[in-house]
């Protein structure tokens, strides 16, 4: 079946713009997990959506950074007023459950120029 | 201190050799650990996953988890080239809403030359 999917696969901004990201996760997979992948360190946590549940915002760097997710579907990442350290690979990943094997799209590239 | 370290590399074998990645963690409540492999471009796949101290093997690769030094090990034998990739070690962490995420060392590139 279809994995995860992610658009855009790149994204060019100007510093102060806002972005939006986009993730269609694998039909029936529950939760939902945003990681964000800078050039050099590892992945980092940044949002998650379980089901209907209020999402664990605890990764997200800023209050720039939000999240949204409509039902068990799809989820959108919006960065406001970006900056250039906001550049980074954006990942989403979808699992089954709580728990679960957590498969990954390929990411959107953002550059902040 | 990071919570798993892992050294990045890069790393450069000859097709064939045996490679040894690694990497330390700092909280000894962590009892399940997970390599991912990551093609350039690419969103990182599962392709090992252990529980608790010991080895784990599939095919050409084996886990090792050390829980009393706290280091673990992804073992590739006759190294092909299309292992060339970046491999992640990760381990789940408890959210504040009984979710689970997952924290990953920064990866260490490998290359593999035939």
């Known amino acids: 079946g279809a994995g995860v999917s992610q658009s855009p696969s790149n994204k060019v901004t100007e510093k102060g713009k806002d972005v939006e990201l986009r993730c269609d996760p694998i039909?029936?997979?529950?939760?939902l997990y945003w990681y964000r992948q800078r050039l050099g360190q590892g992945l980092e946590f940044l949002i998650y959506f379980q089901g209907n549940s209020a999402p664990d915002k605890s990764g997200l760097p800023s209050d720039r950074f939000s999240a949204e997710r409509t039902g068990e579907s799809v989820s959108t990442l919006t960065i406001q007023r970006t900056q250039q350290e906001d550049s980074a690979v954006y990942l989403c990943?979808?699992?089954?459950?709580?728990?679960?094997?957590?498969?990954f799209g390929p990411g959107t590239r953002l550059t902040v120029t | 201190q990071k919570e798993v370290e892992q050294d990045p590399g890069p790393l450069s074998v000859p097709e064939g050799a045996i490679v040894s990645l690694n990497c330390t963690y700092s909280?000894?409540?962590?009892?399940?650990f997970m390599w991912y492999r990551q093609y350039s471009r690419k969103g990182p796949e599962l392709l090992m996953y252990?529980?608790?101290?010991g080895n784990k093997e599939d095919g050409r690769f084996t886990a090792q988890v050390d829980k009393s030094s706290k280091y673990i090990s992804l073992f590739i034998r006759d190294s092909q080239p299309s292992d060339s990739a970046t491999y992640l070690c990760a381990t789940p962490m408890t959210l504040n809403q009984a979710g689970t995420a997952l924290i990953f060392g920064k990866g260490t590139t490998l290359s593999v030359s035939s």
């Open positions: 252990t529980y608790s101290s």
């Open positions: 990943a979808s699992s089954r459950d709580l728990g679960d094997e957590q498969y």
């Open positions: 909280n000894s409540a962590f009892q399940y």
């Open positions: 039909s029936g997979h529950t939760a």
